[in-house]
Each structure stands twice: as C-alpha cells, then as structure tokens.
C-alpha cells in the first residue's frame, strides 16, 4: 500500500515561499531599502546603484569646486596685498617726482621703494595653499567635474614677473633723474593694471566656481531625491508582508505536523 505524502511536500513549500517572502520583508524593515541585492530586483537594482554612483560624482565634483574656490580665495588674498603695495611704490614714485625732494629725500624714498618690492616678493612667497607656492611662478589648475572639466590660472605676482626686478632680484626703478622716475612710474602702472587684471580674473573664476557649486547641490538633492524614492522601503506594506508571510509559514508548519501525524498513524496501523 502506498502512502500519498504530496499534502507534506505542499506543506514544505510553503514553508520555503513564505520563508523567503518573511525574510525579505524583514529585511527592508531592517536597512529600510527596497532592493539591497540583485537577488531581489536585478534591473532596480542596477539602476539605484548606478544612480548612487553618480550622487558621489556629483558630491566629489561639489568638493572639487569647494577646494578649487578655496586656493583662488588664498590666491586673491595674495593678489590684493600685491596690489595695495603696487600703489604704495606707485605713490613714492609720485612723491619723487616732485622737485621739491632733496638728494637725501630721494634717497630715503629710494629705500622705501626697495622695501615695497621686497614685501611683494615676500607676500608672492608666502601666498600658499596645501604646500603649494601659488603666485612665486603661477600656478595652473584643472577642477574636475562629473559635467566637465575647467581650467583655473594663476599668474605670478613676484617683482621679476611684474617687471619690477631684473634677474638677479635688483631693482628696475630709477630715481636718478625726473625721465628715469617717469619711466619707473610706466614701469609699476603696467605692473599694477597686471595685478589688478589678475584680481578681477579671479573674482570672475570664483563667481564661476560658486555657480558650479550651486548647481551641483541641486543636483544631489534631485539624484538623492530619486534615489530615495525608488529605493526606500514602503514600511507599512513591508510590515503587512512581513505578518502575512509569518502567518503562512506558521499555518504550513502546522500543516507538515498534521501530515506527518496522520501518515504515522495510518503507517501504524500496516504494521
């Protein structure tokens, strides 16, 4: 006599599928994500990822701008002593050119003028931003964005890249008459129109670089909005999965127990 035991093997079944169903809704009970596999979704999967993976693009490329318009900060800072010390040369030029100054006066003033540069240097020196010299010899850089790339330029500042020195660090100016004080007052007003050239470039370049930023913002808001959406968990329905799923699998339990208690008493009673 043969005993049917197709009622147990429903049974187990069950008790798998309802297994299975439990244990994902808790899971997203759990981590509060819809799809934490491929194994759940594959397709959904694939596409949350890889819009996780363009959020850290867009946040690095938010980081990138940051930094970037932090160096042109430092730079700009720089670029505005060098500046204020160009005028102030440009004011004792004035100053000797006036007839009135003594060989003494123009000597003094000549002194003064040799301090003004050397502070121009010091500051082209000292202007750094993560070890790295920015207006000695100029400093060329790339921001790297998730969109595109832009190139950020910064010009020398010292006293030999503004005409002001010669190669060997000596002064250019000339105090030794009125055309040679004439022609040192040509020599900084061109230096100080460079200066102030580079000032107002890297106003533009940061004004750029904060728009860049900005829009980058909005972008992680809008890719982690969507993200959010397709991938968080709807916790309501994944509790009421998660019961319906435990109910099941009880009720199959109890169901297995019942078929192995009456397939032991019917097999009882052949013995």
Same mark, same amino acid.
């Given at each position: 006599?043969?005993?049917?035991?197709?009622?147990?093997?429903?049974?187990?079944?069950?008790?798998?599928?309802?297994?299975?169903?439990?244990?994902?809704?808790?899971? =997203?009970?759990?981590?509060?994500?819809?799809?934490?596999?491929? &194994?759940?979704?594959?397709?959904?999967? &694939?596409?949350?990822?890889?819009?996780?993976?363009?959020?850290?693009?867009?946040?690095?490329?938010?980081?990138? !701008?940051?930094?970037?318009?932090?160096?042109?900060?430092?730079?700009?800072?720089?670029?505005?002593?060098?500046?204020?010390?160009?005028?102030? $040369?440009?004011?004792?030029?004035?100053?000797?050119?006036? /007839?009135?100054?003594?060989?003494?006066? $123009?000597?003094?003033?000549?002194?003064?003028?040799?301090?003004?540069?050397?502070?121009?240097?010091? !500051?082209?020196?000292?202007? !750094?931003?993560?070890?790295?010299?920015?207006?000695?010899?100029?400093?060329?850089?790339?921001?790297?964005?998730?969109?595109?790339? +832009?190139?950020?330029?910064?010009?020398?500042?010292?006293?030999?890249?503004?005409?002001?020195? %010669?190669?060997?660090?000596?002064? *250019?100016?000339?105090?030794?008459?009125?055309?040679?004080?004439?022609? /040192?007052?040509? @020599?900084?007003? *061109?230096?100080?129109?460079?200066?102030?050239?580079?000032?107002?470039?890297?106003?533009?370049? =940061? =004004?750029?670089?904060?728009?860049?930023? %900005?829009?980058?913002?909005?972008?992680?808001?809008?890719?982690?909005? +969507?993200? =959010?959406? @397709?991938?968080?968990?709807?916790?309501?329905? &994944?509790?009421?999965?998660?019961?319906?799923?435990?109910?099941?699998?009880?009720?199959?339990?109890?169901?297995?127990?019942?078929?192995?208690?009456?397939?032991?008493?019917?097999?009882?009673?052949?013995?």
């Amino acid at each position: 006599m043969r005993v049917d035991n197709t009622n147990t093997l429903q049974s187990l079944n069950s008790i798998n599928r309802a297994g299975k169903t439990r244990n994902h809704a808790l899971n =997203q009970l759990s981590t509060g994500v819809r799809n934490s596999s491929a &194994a759940n979704n594959a397709a959904a999967y &694939a596409i949350i990822q890889r819009t996780y993976g363009n959020i850290g693009s867009v946040e690095q490329s938010y980081q990138n !701008t940051q930094n970037s318009n932090a160096m042109l900060a430092t730079a700009a800072g720089g670029t505005e002593n060098v500046v204020s010390n160009l005028s102030s $040369l440009r004011e004792t030029l004035l100053n000797a050119a006036n /007839s009135t100054n003594s060989d003494s006066d $123009l000597r003094t003033l000549r002194k003064t003028a040799e301090q003004t540069i050397a502070s121009i240097d010091d !500051t082209a020196a000292s202007t !750094t931003y993560n070890g790295m010299q920015l207006l000695q010899s100029g400093k060329n850089a790339v921001v790297a964005g998730s969109d595109s790339y +832009q190139n950020v330029g910064i010009q020398s500042m010292s006293a030999q890249s503004l005409g002001l020195t %010669d190669e060997n660090g000596a002064s *250019k100016l000339d105090f030794s008459s009125p055309s040679g004080i004439s022609k /040192s007052l040509d @020599m900084v007003d *061109k230096a100080l129109n460079t200066a102030l050239d580079q000032a107002t470039t890297l106003g533009a370049q =940061q =004004q750029a670089l904060s728009y860049r930023a %900005d829009n980058y913002m909005i972008q992680q808001e809008g890719l982690t909005g +969507q993200a =959010q959406t @397709m991938d968080s968990t709807d916790m309501a329905k &994944a509790a009421t999965q998660f019961k319906n799923a435990d109910v099941q699998q009880q009720l199959a339990l109890y169901a297995t127990k019942m078929n192995n208690h009456n397939r032991s008493a019917v097999l009882s009673l052949l013995q």
